[in-house]
Nanobody, 123 residues
Framework: VQLQASGGGLVQAGGSLRLSCAAS????????LGWFRRAPGKEREFVAA????????AYADSVKGRFTISRDNAKNMVFLQIDSLKPEDTAIYYC?????????????????WGQGTLVTVSS
């Protein structure tokens, strides 16, 4: 399975972006999907996750109320709507497919990873 993330870019603080991630096939349609990010000089961290049924989500405290994860199983895609962007949101954002159907926050629970898309927020 290959995951292809897109939608990153340069945006001013307070702006919005919508990240997309396309899976190469339907093999992940029954899996939880998630987004992670790695800021410059920092470790990769969990951002958001959604279960396979599209009805349970999980978010990092730092993004709650600003980020929204969703998925379209018919299109094998997962999305991350990012609003009220802050400079500290600057990072490479990665999508990933979990080993299970749950909305898991644990990095090691993810089996497939996309290549990442860069989000840069200017102040």
């Amino acid at each position: 399975v290959q995951l292809q993330a897109s939608g990153g870019g340069l945006v001013q603080a307070g702006g919005s972006l919508r990240l997309s991630c396309a899976a190469s096939n339907r093999a992940v349609s029954n899996n939880g999907l998630g987004w992670f990010r790695r800021a410059p000089g920092k470790e990769r961290e969990f951002v958001a996750a959604i279960d396979w049924r599209n009805d349970r989500t999980a978010y990092a405290d730092s993004v709650k109320g600003r980020f929204t994860i969703s998925r379209d199983n018919a299109k094998n895609m997962v999305f991350l709507q990012i609003d009220s962007l802050k400079p500290e949101d600057t990072a490479i954002y990665y999508c990933a497919a979990a080993r299970s159907s749950a909305a898991t926050t644990i990095t090691t629970n993810y089996r497939y990873w996309g290549q990442g898309t860069l989000v840069t927020v200017s102040s």
